[in-house]
């Protein structure tokens, strides 16, 4: 299937000289949640803008769904809603009129049923007459999520949907975005929370100073960059390491009844046969063991520090 937003060869260059973005290359795939996670500044929302028609680029080439943005702005603009990262509507309009109001903005013939559906859609149908300036925080963000989706777009930009967000709030909206996508809407989020990243994505690209560094499904990168820790319960206690298990640069926990050894999925070898074997002729037994995978954050972590 040919992706939904196809950018090749994009940079940024502002009018201070800075250099935001530099020869980006990304498809996003029809029906996907695509994350882009990166640091503070990394240019994301600059990206995104430039996707959605509101900065220019300085080279390259956005393809939404067929149309150039350049010079099919309108046709690629009519395929996309972005809810940007400040929440900013008019204060004293009711929730009803706001959202009509934006699908107007898109030349769209004014269509009840599609706004009823939206707003069911996010639970703000009891506050449709409600004044924008009465609702709490989440629902304004909701708000802000029903006029993007107001003309019908099959591509929803969230420029950091849960930023200052309370936790609740955020699973919230997590729920919100996971049945969106499941009515068709692809969907692209930034984010600098790696835990937003890891729970909602199908995949993620990772930037960082106006580069690409990564672009993986999540369950293989997880996989592929993925250190493991193994630690081992043992029967009794062990005062120090013993020097014949040295290479294996184990840990000692627990008051020395537990040791912990990290491992590489992706190397050929794990070492965990011969570390067993080799435990049990420094005549140290094991009473149980249990492995854990490494966050996405320690994965982002590395790979932003090896730039
Ligand atoms: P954050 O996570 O903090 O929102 P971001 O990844 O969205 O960051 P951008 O807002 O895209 O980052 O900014 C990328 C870089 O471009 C930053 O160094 C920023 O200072 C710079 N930048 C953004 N807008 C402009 C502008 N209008 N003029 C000059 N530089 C800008």
Redesign the pocket.
């Known amino acids: 299937m040919s992706p939904i937003i196809s950018v090749s060869k994009l940079s940024k260059t502002?009018?201070?000289g800075?250099k935001?973005l530099n020869n980006i290359n990304l498809e996003i795939h029809r029906g996907e949640i695509f994350a882009l996670l990166?640091?503070?500044?990394?240019?994301?929302?600059?990206?995104i803008?430039i996707i959605c028609g509101i900065a220019n680029l300085s080279e390259g080439r956005v393809i939404v769904d067929g149309h150039d943005i350049n010079t099919n702005y309108r046709a690629a603009r009519a395929m996309i809603g972005l809810v940007p990262?400040e929440l900013h509507t008019d204060a004293f309009e009711s929730v009803w009129a706001t959202v009509s109001f934006s699908r107007g903005l898109f030349g769209r013939a004014k269509n009840p049923d599609h706004i009823e559906k939206v707003l069911k859609d996010l639970s703000l149908w009891d506050k449709k007459d409600s004044k924008i300036v009465t609702l709490s925080g989440g629902m304004k963000r909701r708000v802000m999520i029903a006029k993007a989706l107001s003309h019908e777009p099959q591509i929803l930009f969230l420029?950091?949907p849960t930023a200052g967000v309370d936790v609740e709030l955020r699973k919230g909206m997590w729920e919100v975005v996971r049945a969106l996508q499941a009515s068709g809407v692809t969907i692209i989020l930034?984010t600098?929370y790696i835990e937003e990243a890891e729970q909602m994505a199908d995949r993620i690209g990772v930037?960082n100073k106006?580069e690409i560094i990564l672009v993986e499904d999540k369950a293989s990168l997880m996989q592929k960059l993925g250190k493991k820790r193994l630690t081992l319960q043992l029967q009794g206690k062990v005062e120090t390491i013993p020097p014949a298990l040295a290479a294996y640069h184990l840990e000692l926990s627990d008051g020395g009844r537990a040791l912990t050894y990290n491992y590489d999925t992706r190397g050929e070898r794990t070492g965990i046969t011969s570390l067993l074997s080799d435990l049990r002729n420094a005549g140290i037994r094991i009473s149980d063991l249990d492995t854990t995978q490494s966050s996405l954050e320690d994965i982002f972590v590395s790979l932003v520090q090896a730039r």
């Open positions: 502002y009018g201070s800075f935001a990166g640091p503070n500044g990394a240019g994301k929302t600059t990206l803008s990262q420029d950091e930034t600098h930037i106006g």
